[in-house]
């Protein structure tokens, strides 16, 4: 049960959302912006640095809606999302998708933890400052996202298959207002 009166059944950041979306509107603004418009990463590939972020926070409820984006997002090498997530081989990575999870790995402890070796790893593997940039503020904003979710103990699924549909959504979607999707007549 969430800390505060929410709307009872709707999971993680969308009640929290509701709540209150005067602050909601601009959290899910910075997520389509990060994770949706145009970037030198892909769409798989950001919600990849989301869930890799949400499972070192152990923030269940944004690593299993952002894993199910990125399984969409992925399509065939959906099983890369397990691998990060289970810290199991990452031979279906490229390097510089390697090094730049290592940066958001630290910018999940602190940000102080970045080094210059790992900047230079990351760009040895073709990183330019766009990636390096979009990678940090992920890992940042999501280590924000997690807080407020856990913080407040909204409603976490535990049933996996629960997240399937949430994937659909963000992957065609994206990072859309609830009360403007109950609008347009989508869910």
Known sequence: MAHIKVEEGVPGIRSLVLFRPETGKHLYELAQVLLRDASPLTAAERELIATHVSARNHCIFCMSSHAAAARELFEEKREVVDCVIES????????KMKALLTIAGKVQQSGKLVTD???????????????????????????????????????????????????????????????????????
């Open 88 to 95: 199991k081989g990452t031979a279906l990575l490229s390097d």
């Open 117 to 187: 070796e790992d900047i230079a790893e990351a760009r040895k593997h073709g990183a330019e400052d766009r990636d390096i940039h979009d990678t940090v503020l992920i890992a940042a904003t999501f280590s924000m996202f997690n807080r407020y979710v856990d913080g407040l103990a909204s409603l976490t699924p535990t049933d996996p298959k629960e997240y399937e549909p949430m994937g659909k959504r963000l992957a065609t979607l994206g990072y859309v207002l609830p009360q403007q999707q109950k609008t347009n007549g989508t869910h």
